[in-house]
């Protein structure tokens, strides 16, 4: 699949402190309440890596039921059964002619009385195919030339509901339904006798109009792929980041995110390029929700009758109601398409991460593998760690794993308090028992305050003054340098009417990111006087190393 590239953004402090940003797009968090994204930085944009979101998956063997609740691949695995022990199919491995209409009347498509439609035997040929496609029902000739088709060895497991062979069988058939989705969509456009361009070049023996034929179908086939694997990327990364229920997109908004830069408005040649991306995903979505990829629904086709050769506006026109807006077209990744398109992700060699791997092991492992991961929605993590936890031996526990000078302490205490927080008034005991350590001393009474105690006592000078630094520190890892938060953070700094004293105490205190600290409130400070103290109390810190 096409990957979308992001640009990471690393702490000033510490080798190996960099956290990257996650990969969403600030759209994305207006429109789909998004978790809180950093600001991405353009420069360079090509060389960044390319991430993808944590998302959330159900269980496999719920993903197995909800994959054979699909109706196409019901409909592949009841004829695989109806194969038992052998049919007789025809030359090309089709179902013979007096076999379609039994079984589209078997599948439901047609009334059990009365005439078949034409379009039920079509539809009931369509899962015949998808069934041989997924090797659920086998061809081969008998001895006496006879054509037959017999049950394949994965039909009874997945009968039975085992998930891998279900979803196995599955992500076949999605792939083959997204192939067929691109194809149809880059046949060229019949000619005035209704015959296809390249086939009437063919059939009047033009070779050379023929292979310009055949190579426009190739271009179109190429860019029909291109611009359905950006799609699902985004409906992905949007599904990721949607609060529950709020996964919808509009067609319109997707094809925008796709078409227009980021940070720019839609001029009138945007507009147009929206509205042909749209008719151009338009079928093909429609085609990936037959397998339960995802939801759909398509664009109103009255829209492009309304006006004889006017396409209907998409943005930039006034307000239209919900009802109005969905005939553009609505489109919702279902678990199912989550899971998909993270196997093709994981298959072309990208990190998908789900959210709660890295909270499978004990604290220390939780706290360092968010901190080190490089696409992870840290409360997720947490919130899935804490789980079932008593919050007592819980909290104990995270507040050990808090400890140590490294270059990612500072983070890890930061999130040590947001699990705490999780864990709520159960921790409180745990929290006590450290209210004299130095490192983890300053954060536990703050938390306790913030609990509601009224009995916290008041830190020394020294812990005071390291707390601070420490919690900037992390901050200031967890921001990636934006300016703008840390100039939020920086105000509130318990600087008094004499800040020359308050630095001359600061730069003096024994952290490892004292001088990143200092040179940060130096660089962003808005009080000039006292951004110059801070500058060179960060001079002083580096030259006592």
């Known amino acids: 699949m096409a990957g979308r590239r992001r640009k990471n953004a690393g702490a000033s402090a510490g080798e190996g ?50 994959a054979k609740a699909v109706p196409m691949f019901g409909y592949a695995l009841a004829l695989a059964r109806w194969a038992s022990p052998h049919r007789v199919v025809d030359e090309f491995g089709d179902l013979v002619e007096e076999d ?8 439901g498509l047609a009334p059990a009385e009365g005439e078949v439609p034409e379009e039920a035997e079509v539809e009931a040929l369509r899962a015949w195919s998808l069934a041989c496609d997924l090797d659920l029902v086998e061809l081969g000739t008998t001895k006496e030339g006879e054509h037959v088709a017999v049950p394949g060895p994965d039909l009874e497991p997945a009968e039975q509901g085992d998930a891998e062979t279900v979803l196995e069988l599955w992500l076949t058939a999605a ?53 359905l694997d950006e799609a699902l990327q985004v409906l992905y990364e949007t599904t990721a980041f949607a609060e529950p229920g709020n996964e919808t997109v509009p067609l319109g908004v997707l094809a925008a995110l796709l078409v ?22 338009d079928p093909m979505l429609a ?32 307000p239209l109601d919900d009802e109005e807006s969905a005939r553009f077209g609505l489109v919702r990744l279902t678990p199912l398409g989550q899971y998909g398109i993270r196997q093709w992700l994981l298959e072309d060699g990208y990190d998908a991460p789900l959210v709660g791997e890295l909270a499978q092991g004990d604290a220390a492992e939780l706290l360092r593998g ?51 927080n999780l864990l709520g008034a159960g921790a409180e005991p745990a929290v006590r028992e450290v209210l004299d350590d130095p490192e983890l001393g300053g954060a536990a009474r703050a938390w306790l305050s913030a609990q509601g105690a009224t009995d916290v006592p008041v830190p020394e000078r020294t812990m005071a003054l390291w707390t601070v630094v420490d919690t900037f520190a992390a901050q200031l890892l967890d921001s990636g340098g934006d300016a703008a938060l840390l100039r939020e ?57």
Not at 261 to 281: F, N
Not at 386 to 415: H, I, Q, T
């Open 287 to 318: 085609d990936l929700a037959e397998l339960g990829l995802l939801e759909y629904r398509p664009i109103d086709p009255e829209l492009f009758d309304e006006e004889e050769g006017e396409e209907p506006a998409v943005v930039g026109e006034a």
């Open 370 to 420: 968010v901190c080190e991961a490089a696409n992870v929605l840290p409360e997720e993590e947490l919130r899935v760690w804490v789980v079932g936890r008593e919050p007592e031996p819980a909290a104990r526990e995270l507040l050990a794993a808090a400890r140590g000078d490294d270059a990612y302490g500072p983070l890890r205490r930061m999130l040590c308090v947001s699990a705490l």
């Open 260 to 281: 227009v830069p980021d940070g720019e408005e839609p001029s009138e040649e945007l507009l147009g390029d929206i509205t042909d991306v749209m008719v151009a995903l």
């Open 175 to 227: 792939g083959i339904v997204r192939e067929l989705a691109v194809e149809a969509d880059s046949l060229p456009e019949e000619d005035e006798g209704g015959e296809p361009a390249a086939a009437a070049a063919a059939a009047a023996g033009e070779d050379e109009e023929d292979e310009d034929a055949l190579s426009e179908v190739e271009e179109a086939r190429d860019a029909a792929a291109e611009l």
């Open 17 to 66: 402190a960099a956290e990257a940003v996650l990969p969403a797009d600030l759209e994305l968090q207006d429109l789909y309440g998004a978790f809180a994204a950093h600001g991405l930085d353009d420069e360079d944009l090509d060389d960044a890596a390319v991430l993808v979101p944590p998302v959330k998956l159900p269980a496999e063997q719920e993903l197995a039921e909800q």
């Open 100 to 107: 379609r209409a039994p079984v589209a009347r078997l599948l």
């Open 489 to 545: 953070l920086i105000t509130d700094l318990p600087v008094k009417g004499d800040p020359a004293s308050w630095f001359g105490e600061l730069w003096r205190v024994d952290h490892p990111y004292t001088a990143d600290v200092l040179e940060a409130i130096g660089e962003l400070h808005t009080d000039r006087a006292l951004a110059k103290e801070a500058r060179k109390a960060a001079f002083k810190a580096r030259s006592k190393g």
